[in-house]
């Protein structure tokens, strides 16, 4: 699978968006962008996944830049509940061996009141 | 909402015991996958399944075996359990149907400590 690249940590003010980056340059056709979030002492959870065009569901935004080589996660208004880590990862629509996701280091978020 | 349950929150384990990590899926769902977590070294996959009686090794089986006899039910085994092997441990359901992801639903862990 193709590799993502994120910052490590970013930090937010409360009740403000936040866009998180990632970079995937070797994403390829069949490649899906998908976001899990880690909150402290759970296990990760789907945010949302797109495949070229962007995406809004509850809990998020996914805007895909026009090239596939990035994407930004966006919180429209943070809260403290959302300090989380965020993995931006590639999964292919091929890889029918059980269609793994291969998690990266993610970017912490920290929400300051 | 999709549910995937394990068994145990939290478990002591001595050095030389066979630990069984329980994971249960009410969906229906093919793919179940073991994960464990360490600070610094993220999620690593054990194993992996995607149908009854199937399985496939991840990036760092060594120590572990699986069994999934049913489908709803994927199970970690640690033959003989070493330190090395505390960690939190993960599992998560998921499938992908006529072109269309479904994302994964991961259970709340296993945090084991060997002793």
């Known amino acids: 699978d193709a590799k993502t690249t994120q910052p490590n940590s970013m930090e937010s003010n409360e009740e403000e968006p936040v866009h998180l980056p990632c970079n995937h340059s070797t994403i390829s056709g069949t490649d899906y962008i998908h976001w899990y979030r880690q909150l402290p002492s759970q296990g990760p959870e789907y945010v949302i996944h797109g495949l070229t065009s962007n995406v809004n569901n509850r809990m998020a935004s996914l805007a895909i830049a026009e090239d596939r080589k990035s994407s930004t996660l966006i919180l429209h208004r943070a809260t403290l509940r959302d300090a989380a880590v965020y993995y931006c990862i590639l999964r292919s629509e091929n890889n029918n061996a059980g269609n793994m996701l291969t998690f990266g280091g993610g970017t912490r978020l920290m929400v300051k009141p | 909402d999709v549910k995937v349950t394990q068994s145990s929150r939290y478990l002591v384990k001595r050095t030389g015991e066979k630990v069984f990590l329980e994971c249960v899926q009410d969906?229906?769902?093919?793919?179940m996958f073991w994960y464990r977590q360490d600070p610094g070294l993220g999620l690593r996959l054990i194993y992996f399944?995607?149908?009854?009686?199937?399985?496939e090794k991840g990036d760092i089986p060594e120590g572990y075996s699986v069994s999934r006899e049913k489908k709803e039910r994927f199970s970690l085994i640690l033959e003989s359990a070493s330190t090395n092997q505390t960690s939190m441990y993960l599992c998560a359901s998921s499938f992908f149907r006529q072109g269309k992801d479904y994302g994964y639903t991961f259970g709340s862990g296993t945090r084991l400590t060997v002793v």
């Open positions: 399944s995607y149908d009854v009686k199937m399985k």
């Open positions: 969906m229906d769902h093919e793919n």
